[in-house]
């Protein structure tokens, strides 16, 4: 049986190794703080490219979408304009009294479908006469009005949103040349009143 050299206490071997492992796991952890912190940098750098690429499909995505609905505004745009001559034919078949039995089922349903894809009518006797949407092709006095007034439409104008596709044709009648407007009574009694001072002087 062999013999401990004397002066040897039975727990140094322990001590000594747990040394040595405190320093291992010391040495290990100041490299595991420096890969924490590199690996922390590049995860933001990683997270800050993904954020940018995704603001960037977003903004395509929307670019996309946008140019999508501007090429179909664009192509119902030109089919309604081609379809605004067989309008108008169906409403002066209608002034006529001419639509009737199938033909009146068919310009009901043209009319309800061009009204679906947004193109609107516009133009009514008795409007005041406005430039941007009226074109003026007969002129007029008339002491029946107190501004520049539709008085027949002889073409209907049409519009898509905003947009004027077609401007409506009038005849346009203004006021008659030296009629006034009614002089309300404050202003009647003010001249009198004036009459009145220029007496007493």
Avoid: W
Avoid at 11 to 19: K, V, Y
Avoid at 67 to 88: G, H, M
Avoid at 135 to 143: C, Q
């Amino acid at each position: 049986m062999t013999e401990k050299p004397q002066g040897e206490q039975p727990g140094d071997d322990s001590a000594a190794e747990e040394a040595v492992l405190k320093a291992a796991e010391e040495a290990a952890a100041g490299g595991a703080v420096e890969e924490l912190a590199t690996a922390k940098r590049e995860l933001a750098e990683r997270t800050a490219d993904l954020q940018r690429l995704q603001a960037e499909y977003q903004n395509y995505r929307k670019r996309v979408e946008r140019d999508r609905l501007t090429v179909r505004e664009i192509a119902v745009s030109n089919i309604l304009e081609a379809l605004i001559p067989v309008l108008d034919d169906i409403g002066r078949a209608r002034e006529h009294g001419e639509v009737t039995g199938g033909f009146k089922s068919v310009s009901d349903n043209l009319e309800t479908v061009v009204a679906k894809l947004g193109l609107q009518q516009f133009g009514k006797e008795g409007e005041t006469f406005d430039p941007t949407l009226h074109e003026a092709l007969m002129h007029s006095y008339s002491s029946d009005v107190t501004e520049d007034t539709c008085v027949q439409i002889l073409q209907p104008g049409y519009r898509i949103g905003e947009r004027i596709i077609r401007p409506a044709m009038v005849a346009v009648a203004e006021p008659q040349p030296g009629t006034q407007t009614t002089a309300s009574p404050d202003s009647e009694k003010s001249e009198s009143d004036k009459a009145d001072g220029a007496a007493d002087n």
